[in-house]
């Protein structure tokens, strides 16, 4: 420094992605100009257990994209991707460290959401799975590791979705089903391992269903049918 004092500063680094190196050096601008320290680098850690607390809804790309760089695995409460009339939601990619959400996910309202391949390593939704209105989807492979719906499962109003393929890793759903409304659906080929739905099963209002198979494994509906 200029009185020739030495001082200490300290930063907090924030928004660190996981499992990445970083960089460092610190520098000094007095009258004489600007000096650089020494370089250095780090390594960030895993994200194992990195868990928001409480609801979140997101509803544009750049809260997505945000929100995925802090690296959460886990949401403890509900997750909303949507608002009715979202417009410039393209992806999900940076959603792809989530592997529980402890309540609700609702997917509904974006009008240019045509996959949901960021969320390939969610494993559990601890209540209600929702999709509705998402007019760009034509497949659900992005939930290929889902084994776990607690709740209810709703597939309605997704006019270009062709085929529910993704959800193969279920075999028992906690609550009802309702597939209503998919204009575009020609199948319901895919629950292969579901043999139990704990409320009921509705099927109505898809247009071009061309037949009711692709629930052959199944047991037991503790509801209606």
Not at 119 to 126: P, R
Not at 140 to 153: F, K, M, P
């Amino acid at each position: 420094s200029d009185d020739g004092l030495w001082y200490y500063h300290t930063v907090n680094l924030r928004n660190l992605k996981p499992n990445t190196q970083y960089f460092v050096r610190a520098y000094a601008t007095n009258i004489s100009g600007t000096f650089y320290g020494e370089q250095f680098s780090f390594q960030t850690g895993d994200v194992t257990g990195n868990i928001y607390n409480g609801d979140l809804t997101i509803s544009t790309q750049e809260e997505v994209d945000s929100f995925g760089a802090l690296g959460y695995n886990e949401i403890n409460g509900s997750l909303f991707i949507g608002d009715g009339s979202a417009t410039d939601l393209t992806n999900l990619d940076a959603l792809v460290d989530l592997t529980k959400v402890g309540s609700h996910l609702l997917i509904y309202g974006n009008n240019n959401l045509d996959n949901l391949d960021g969320l390939s390593k969610l494993e559990i939704v601890g209540g209600d799975l929702k999709l509705n209105t998402n007019n760009k989807i034509i497949h659900l492979q992005g939930l290929s590791n889902l084994v776990l719906v607690s709740g209810n499962l709703e597939i309605s109003s997704n006019e270009g979705l062709v085929a529910i393929e993704g959800l193969s890793g279920i075999n028992s759903l906690g609550g009802s089903v309702l597939v209503q409304s998919n204009n575009a659906l020609v199948n319901l080929e895919g629950f292969p391992e579901l043999t139990e739905i704990n409320g009921e099963l509705n099927l109505s209002g898809n247009n071009s269903l061309q037949d009711l198979n692709g629930f052959e494994t199944l047991k037991f509906i503790r509801g209606n049918l």
